[in-house]
T-cell receptor, first 115, second 114 residues
Framework: ETGVTQTPRHLVMGMTNKKSLKCEQH?????MYWYKQSAKKPLELMFV???????ENNSVPSRFSPECPNSSHLFLHLHTLQPEDSALYLC??????????????FGPGTRLTVT | DAKTTQPNSMESNEEEPVHLPCNHSTISGTDYIHWYRQLPSQGPEYVIHGLTSNVNNRMASLAIAEDRKSSTLILHRATLRDAAVYYCILRDGAGGTSYGKLTFGQGTILTVHP
């Protein structure tokens, strides 16, 4: 248990569905991250939020829409996804985004399958 | 971004030491060396990090070459629970475009035999 929870743990959705992934951290951190881990590929950073402000969008398609209503919660809204979007989506948090916050804490991930 | 090179896989026996190498020949003076590991069906977890000096913590030791072009993660007594993918990552501490980011590579798959 890292203090970062993600729901749901597994999600199957059709290409025309709209769904949301939720991440919550109980660590008092100010930075939160979304990563994507596809089969046979390294983890890819998608979005970064620091003090609720988005500081990084790593050229992610607009069918992925993040939301950070406060420093403890992070959402990833999904719509009209493609089968190649099937992956493990990981949330992480850290004190801030600066290098003095050397440790990122990861949640267990949401396994997404797009049919 | 400065890149790292790690062996695809390594094997060890339980209770023996494990030395996981990482090459980072293009490392800059402000890059920190971080190690994370990812156990099966879990998110990555932080193991250790360092800049120039060797570092020890309860999980592992990090040995950094004098020229900083390579480093070695040392697990002093491997257990079955240490079977995981180990990632060596350079993290920019200078404030450039990759400031503070973790860029994961393929990592090394460590198998521990009973």
């Amino acid at each position: 248990e890292t203090g970062v929870t993600q729901t749901p743990r597994h999600l199957v959705m059709g290409m025309t569905n709209k769904k949301s992934l939720k991440c919550e951290q109980h660590l008092g951190h100010n930075a939160m991250y979304w990563y994507k881990q596809s089969a046979k590929k390294p983890l890819e950073l998608m979005f970064v939020y620091n003090f609720k402000e988005q500081t990084e969008n790593n050229s992610v398609p607009s069918r992925f829409s993040p939301e950070c209503p406060n420093s403890s919660h992070l959402f990833l809204h999904l719509h009209t996804l493609q089968p190649e979007d099937s992956a493990l989506y990981l949330c992480a948090s850290s004190h801030t985004t600066g290098p003095d916050s050397y440790e990122q804490y990861f949640g267990p991930g949401t396994r997404l399958t797009v049919t | 971004d400065a890149k790292t090179t790690q062996p695809n896989s390594m094997e060890s026996n339980e209770e023996e030491p494990v030395h996981l190498p990482c090459n980072h020949s293009t490392i800059s003076g402000t890059d920190y060396i971080h190690w994370y590991r990812q156990l099966p069906s879990q998110g990555p977890e932080y193991v250790i990090h360092g800049l120039t000096s060797n570092v020890n913590n309860r999980m592992a030791s990090l040995a950094i070459a004098e020229d900083r072009k390579s480093s070695t993660l040392i697990l002093h007594r491997a257990t079955l629970r240490d079977a995981a993918v180990y990632y060596c990552i350079l993290r920019d501490g200078a404030g450039g475009t990759s400031y503070g980011k973790l860029t994961f590579g393929q990592g090394t798959i460590l198998t521990v035999h009973p």
